[in-house]
């Protein structure tokens, strides 16, 4: 038996046109007519006067017949539409000649329309509210049990199906739905969790001590990638393998390797096997070395970065789930040790995983059997690290024991949950547990029903736990805990702060409000403009920011994409395996992304900056002077760079490229969709995609010609095409380029790649990023773009509330937001339209808190 409270859940049908020619297709039209009687008299006049000639029968441009267009604006579906044509009409795509109306007919056809629609807009919100009651996704599920069980490393997400998207975001209200195979994904994901949090016996787990020197260190005596990719040395000179086994207990014999973790590799310590899941204590001693001719080692000159990486030990085969874990640490030249925590699984070990350094593979020559080679050595030496010692300690347990999270869920009937009064303790811990995990007060008639449930398990002999956890796991699947209620009503008292505190941790910090937020909840404390201000600014500096950055930018600029697509081997070589490229990239645009919030910078950092977060890899990549570490640090540019602001960050210029080639149609379309808010509209289906000419013998401009010389497809192009250009002269991963790559014309560029192979590419023609926007301002790279961009910080904050309001509310700005969006952007107008002051106006708004905003 479940107990689910049910909601009425209003979900309403949102329609997304940007082209009236889909109006038909979609089948969209409604009976009805226009009419004076229903109309506006302003509008009926103006409708007719500059719209009918095209738009009053069935064959008409685009599809849309306004003759037969209903203007009953408290039909939902009805109003989107109108809404439409008062945005086309808005920006002057309607008519289709911006001359063929006056500036005061568009004012006075924009006024009438838009009053019209703001009221019937402003019933629906005060009747129904902004949008549907939002359930969490599976992210916040996770991350509410995890703080609610205390079990921060809790891995139950991929339990429940994935979340459907709307408008780029997984926080979408109208696409949280729920079906049975989701309700019956969520009570496993909650049973499995309860029993989690369960301690396993009467005394922690035994603690596994591990230590290993010599060859220990090392699953094998050699690893793939000839021996110039691992060797045990002593007094800083390779040992032959013949002399391994008299030294084998020899403490100051030391494993060098000098390659990244990839398959195949044996790179993992003998004989360590974790039996139990939990957190292990690694400590080993290592230094940073250069090897030199004839396999000798020299003290190196920088530091090497490394982390460690979770995987079964199963020979060279790797192929399974292998993750990165233990963070990264800068290995010194100097012998040093460190210390690191790594998440393992029952028979999982850990292997060393080097960041940067080659990676062989083998390769068949002349059809013989596969051979590999090591890439040629940098000038100085081949960097690596040679380790002495390492040990290992865990799964390290809870100080006390029971740990807290069986504390959570039995309090203090001990490790083996034994009751010897059932009747008395069951409502107790019932209580106890409703009142930790609801984010508000639970009316005791709802209580009582869960009380039912674990009497009816008692009473058909279920064992007391049992009958508990039945309940537990009710309670976490029902309304109560799944859904997240609209703030919308100071009248219902504290009920609606609590609201606010879930609806603002949820935005920050992706989960349940902590105890400092629900105690203003309670007071009531929360509709207080300082006090929401305050609360703000905490949770912006706490820690589970972090969450929502990730989040945020995992869905806003694609980051959790950043790994599809790896680079052509064929053009681009020098990227091959580059994993530690790649995740710099990534962090850097999450740090910078951070700074945009947490330093108040202002909304031009969108496109254009005087500072980037490097570490040693990116400064390489971005042609920059060195720095030293894997750590990011903000770097001044220099005056001529073309990088700056997240617009040229390399993790956006890869997540909108496909890993062969960049496409100006797709890397334009992009920016204006997510950092301008400028989206353009869907391609017709019957229209194919501009193909890259991997030979190098057409350029994209010839091939973007082709493909636009239908005057309809050149007038959309033009709203995205010439951004697109303007970022040709960055590679897929964003490496500056003045020319192209191709595979058969051009100039011939050869050599050995990172995986010990033969590569050759050929430089095409040369890059053009000039061109001319839309609104006829040209521009000949991409500081002028930059530059165009930034003068118009209004739209890009306005795009940032936008991205902003639909992550916090599930609702996107609605017509009737829009008054108080410009009413925001006012307010941080005079300030530069700085992102945090973005948000501290959204969080203290009508369309965040509901009717009245703050007090």
Not at 73 to 102: C, F, Q, T, Y
Not at 583 to 599: K, L, Q, V
Not at 696 to 722: M, N, Q, Y
Not at 766 to 786: C, E, H, M, N, Y
Request: hydrophobic share 40%; glycine share 6%; net charge negative.
């Amino acid at each position: 038996m479940i107990i689910l409270v049910a909601s009425k859940l209003r979900v309403p049908t949102t329609f997304r046109f940007v082209s009236m020619a889909w109006l038909l297709v979609c089948g969209l039209m409604l009976p009805g007519s226009l009419c004076a009687s229903e109309t506006p008299e302003s509008l009926t006049r103006l409708v007719e006067q500059y719209c009918l000639d095209c738009h009053d029968k069935p064959s008409s441009e685009g599809g849309l017949v306004l003759t037969s267009l209903a203007f009953d604006l408290n039909d939902r579906a009805v109003r989107d539409r109108w809404i439409l044509i008062h945005d086309r009409v808005e920006k002057s795509e309607m008519p289709p000649d911006a001359n063929d109306m006056g500036n005061e007919d568009r004012q006075a056809m924009l006024e009438s329309l838009g009053s019209a629609i703001a009221k019937a807009e402003r019933a629906d919100v005060i009747a129904n509210g902004r949008g549907p009651m939002r359930r969490l996704n599976r992210e916040e599920y996770e991350q509410n049990l995890r703080d609610l069980l205390q079990l921060p490393q809790l891995d139950i997400r991929d339990m429940l199906p994935a979340d459907r998207e709307g408008h780029r975001f997984n926080k979408t209200a109208a696409m949280l739905d729920m079906s049975r195979v989701q309700l019956t994904a969520y009570l496993d994901a909650a049973d499995a969790a309860l029993r989690q949090a369960m301690a396993s016996g009467l005394e922690p787990p035994p603690a596994t001590n591990y230590r290993a020197v010599s060859t220990q260190l090392f699953s094998a005596t050699n690893t793939f990638g000839e021996r110039e990719a691992m060797f045990f040395a002593k007094d800083n000179r390779a040992v032959a393998p013949k002399d391994l086994d008299a030294l084998r207990e020899d403490s100051s014999l030391e494993l060098a390797l000098f390659r990244s973790a990839h398959w195949p590799y044996y790179g993992y310590p003998q004989s360590f096997v974790a039996q139990l899941p939990g957190e292990y204590r690694v400590r080993f001693s290592a230094r940073a070395v250069l090897q030199i001719s004839g396999y000798e080692l020299k003290p190196a000159t920088q530091s090497v970065p490394m982390t460690f990486r979770a995987r079964k030990p199963s020979g060279p085969d790797v192929s399974g789930d292998v993750r990165a874990t233990g963070g990264i640490m800068d290995i010194q030249p100097e012998a040093r040790i460190y210390e690191t925590t790594v998440r393992l699984l029952p028979t999982e070990t850990f292997e060393y995983s080097l960041l940067g350094l080659p990676v062989p593979l083998a390769r068949n020559v002349n059809g013989g059997p596969p051979t590999y080679r090591y890439p040629p050595f940098p000038e100085g030496g081949q960097p690596g690290v040679a380790f002495q010692w390492l040990e290992v300690e865990g799964p390290i347990s809870s100080e006390s024991w029971p740990p807290p999270s069986h504390r959570v869920l039995f309090d203090d009937l001990g490790a083996v949950v034994a009751s010897t009064n059932p009747t008395q303790d069951a409502p107790r811990l019932l209580r106890r547990f409703v009142g930790l995990a609801a984010r508000e007060p639970v009316p005791d008639e709802v209580v009582q029903r869960y009380e039912q449930l674990i009497h009816a398990r008692l009473a058909q002999g279920s064992p007391f736990v049992e009958a508990m956890l039945a309940a537990y796991k009710a309670f976490l699947c029902s309304g109560h805990f799944l859904y997240l209620k609209e703030p919308s009503d100071p009248s219902t008292g504290t009920m609606d702060h609590y609201a606010i505190a879930s609806r603002l941790s949820h935005f920050l910090t992706n989960t349940r409000p902590d105890s400092t937020l629900s105690d203003l909840a309670r007071r009531g404390t929360l509709r207080n403009a300082d006090t929401l201000h305050r609360e703000t600014d905490r949770l912006i500096e706490s820690s589970g920011f972090d969450r929502f950055v990730q989040n945020f930018t995992d869905y806003w600029l694609n980051l959790r994409h950043v790994r599809r697509d790896d680079p052509d081997i064929r053009l681009y070589p020098e990227y091959r395996f580059d994993d530690y490229l790649i995740d710099s990239m990534e962090r850097e645009t999450r740090a910078f992304f951070t700074a945009m919030i947490r330093d108040n910078l202002p909304s031009s950092v969108l496109v254009d900056a005087d500072f980037i977060y490097a570490n040693e890899r990116l400064a390489q990549h971005y042609n920059l002077q060195p720095v030293s570490g894997s750590q990011l640090r903000k770097v001044t540019l220099p005056e001529a760079s073309p990088y700056g602001g997240l617009l040229t960050q390399a993790a956006i210029l890869k997540v909108s490229a496909n890993g062969t080639s960049t496409s100006p149609v797709v890397r334009g379309a992009w920016v204006m969709e997510r950092l301008i808010g400028q989206p353009p509209p869907p391609p017709p289906a019957s229209v194919p995609a501009v193909e890259p000419d991997i030979r190098g013998a057409k350029t994209i401009r010839e091939l973007l010609a082709l493909h636009t010389k239908s005057e309809s497809c050149a007038a959309c192009h033009a709203r995205f095409d010439p951004v697109g250009l303007a970022l040709e002269n960055f590679d897929v991963l964003g490496g500056w380029r003045t020319r192209y790559r191709g595979i058969d014309h051009g100039e011939s560029v050869r050599g050995i790649d990172r995986a010990g192979h033969d590569f050759a590419y050929a430089l095409a023609e040369s890059v053009d990023a000039s061109g001319q926007l839309r609104d006829g301002r040209v521009f000949t790279d991409i500081q002028d773009v930059k530059a165009i961009f930034a003068s118009d910080p209004r739209q890009l904050a306005r795009n940032l509330l936008h991205q902003f309001t639909l992550y916090s509310t599930g609702t996107p700005v609605r017509f009737a937001d829009r008054e108080e969006i410009e009413s925001m952007l006012d307010a941080c107008e005079g300030n530069g339209y700085r992102i945090r002051d973005l948000i501290h106006s959204l969080v203290q708004s009508g369309v965040f808190l509901g009717k009245e905003g703050c007090r």
